[in-house]
C-alpha cells in the first residue's frame, strides 16, 4: 500500500529516511510522499533522503532550532502552534493518491513524543484515509524522564491513531551493547518488518501476481478497529531459481503439488508462520487474545503454495483465539521466504503495564523532589532573610 510517512523528531525523521532507501533497494513503493518535521535544525540537516523541501523546521520562536530537550509538553506546545507549516508540507504532496498517513517517532523524547500524537489528531480531522501511527519506545536504561515521556505519549497517540504499531527498542537492544550504538541495526530491521507487511498490498510493475496476493484492503481491515499492534518475523534463505522454469517443472509448476518437494514448500512455511509468531516481535506481548492478524508469506513464487499459507493461518487462529486472521502471499523474486505477522489489537502486553508503573512512580518521585526542593529553598533563603535586604 502506498503510504505518505511523516518522521516527527530524530528518531522518526530518521527512520522515515531509511524507509526511503528500502523503497529505492527494493522497488516496494511503499513511500509516496516522505516529510520530516522537528524542533532541532542540526536533525534536520542530517537526513540523507527526505527532500529538503519537505523538512519542516517548527518551534522556531521559542527553541531556536535546538529541539526541546526532552521536554514532550513543550514538544506538544509548538507541534499545535505550528501545525499551519506542516500542513503546507502536506499540501504539497498527493494526498489522493496516499492509502494510508504513518506518523513515525520515537515516545522517549520531546518533540516526536509530544508532537506525534498532536499531527495524528490533525490528520484526522482533515483526512478521511485512515492515519496510523509508528512509535518506538526507549531502551530501559535511558531513565526516568524517557519512561515518563514515553508512557504519557503512548497513552494519547494510540488514543489519536486509527492503529498504533509499536516497536520496543529494548528489547532490540544488543547485549553487551548500548543503545545508541545499535541504532543503525535497529532501524534496520524496523524498516524490514515494516517494509515487508506494508509492500505485501502493492505489487508492481513486472511482479507475478500470485493466487492469494495480499490486498492493501486487507492490511487496512486488519489494523480498523484501532488498538496496539505489533509485527513477527521469520525467514530463511532459499535458492533462486534463476534458470527459469527449471525447478517449478519438478514440483509441479506452483509448489503446490503432491510430491516431495511441495511437502517441504509447506513445512517451510508453517516453521516460518511458528518462528515469527513466538520469536522476538517488536512490540514483545502474549499473543493470545490477539483480535485480528494478517499473515504475509513473501519470497519467490515456487517457493510458496495456498497449503502451507492455510495451514499457518489456522494455526495462527488457535494461538490467538481470534476470528479475523488473514492471509496471502507476496511474490518477491528473492532468494529467501519470509513470514511477516501483524498482530493488530494485542492485549496482554506486560511491557506497557510495566512502562506505565515505572512512569507513575517517576512522576511521584518528582513531585516528591520538585516539593523536597522548593522546600530546601525557602530553608535556605530563610536562613538567610534574617542579615540580607531582597534587591528588589
Ligand atoms: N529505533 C530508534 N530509536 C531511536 C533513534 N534515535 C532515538 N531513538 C529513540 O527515540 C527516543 C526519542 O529520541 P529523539 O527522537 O531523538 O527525540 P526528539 O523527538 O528529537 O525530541 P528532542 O530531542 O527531545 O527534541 C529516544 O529516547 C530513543 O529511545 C533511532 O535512530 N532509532
Ligand atoms: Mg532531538
Known amino acids: 500500500m502506498k503510504l505518505a510517512m511523516i518522521g516527527f523528531g530524530q528518531a522518526g525523521g530518521k527512520i522515515v529516511d531509511r524507509f526511503l532507501e528500502y523503497d529505492d533497494q527494493t522497488n516496494s513503493g511503499i513511500v509516496r510522499a516522505a516529510i520530516a518535521v522537528n524542533s532541532a535544525k542540526a536533525d534536520l540537516i542530517g537526513l540523507d533522503r527526505i527532500p529538503e523541501e519537505n523538512r519542516v523546521l517548527i518551534g522556531q520562536a521559542r527553541v531556536k532550532g535546538h529541539g526541546v530537550g526532552a521536554d514532550n509538553e513543550l514538544g506538544a506546545e509548538i507541534a499545535e502552534e505550528d501545525i499551519d507549516e506542516v500542513q503546507n508540507a502536506i499540501d504539497a504532496i498527493p494526498t489522493h493518491e496516499v492509502d494510508a498517513f504513518l506518523v513515525v517517532s520515537g515516545m522517549g523524547g520531546g518533540t516526536g513524543s509530544g508532537g506525534a500524537p498532536v499531527l495524528a489528531k490533525h490528520l484526522k480531522r482533515i483526512y478521511t484515509i485512515p492515519v496510523y501511527g509508528l512509535g518506538v519506545l526507549p531502551g530501559t536504561d535511558e531513565g526516568g524522564i524517557y519512561t515518563l515521556n514515553a508512557a504519557r505519549s503512548f497513552q494519547t497517540f494510540v488514543r489519536e491513531v486509527d492503529n498504533l504499531l509499536v516497536f520496543d527498542n529494548d528489547s532490540w537492544r544488543q547485549t553487551g551493547e548500548s543503545v545508541e550504538g545499535g541504532y543503525d541495526q535497529i532501524n534496520e530491521e524496523i524498516v524490514r518488518r515494516f517494509g515487508v507487511l506494508f509492500g505485501a498490498g502493492e505489487v508492481g510493475d513486472g511482479q507475478e501476481v500470485a493466487e492469494s496476493v495480499v490486498d492493501s484492503s486487507e492490511i487496512i481491515n486488519t489494523l480498523s478497529g484501532g488498538g496496539v499492534s505489533t509485527v513477527g518475523y521469520a525467514s530463511e534463505e532459499v535458492e533462486l531459481n534463476t534458470s527459469g ?8 509448476g506452483d509448489g503446490g503439488g503432491d510430491g516431495l518437494d511441495a511437502a517441504n514448500t509447506t513445512n517451510r512455511i508453517t516453521s516460518l508462520v511458528r518462528k515469527a509468531a513466538l520469536g522476538r516481535l517488536t512490540l514483545p506481548c502474549e499473543i493470545e487474545g490477539t483480535e485480528r492478524a494478517l499473515l504475509v508469506l513473501s519470497g519467490p ?11 499457518g493461518r489456522k494455526w495462527l487462529e488457535e494461538e490467538t483465539g481470534s476470528m479475523e486472521v488473514r492471509g496471502g502471499d507476496f511474490p518477491r523474486n528473492e532468494p529467501e521466504v519470509s513470514a511477516a505477522i501483524l498482530l493488530s489489537g494485542v492485549t496482554n502486553v506486560p511491557r506497557i503495564k510495566r512502562l506505565q508503573q515505572v512512569a507513575i512512580e517517576a512522576q511521584d518521585n518528582m513531585d516528591d523532589i520538585q ?9 535556605l533563603v530563610e536562613d538567610d532573610e534574617d542579615e540580607l535586604e531582597p534587591l528588589f
Open 301 to 311: 513464487s515456487e517457493y510458496l503454495n495456498r497449503k502451507g499459507i492455510e495451514r
Open 245 to 252: 522454469g527449471l525447478l517449478s517443472r519438478f514440483t509441479g
Open 371 to 379: 516539593e523536597e526542593s522548593e522546600e530546601n529553598l525557602e530553608e
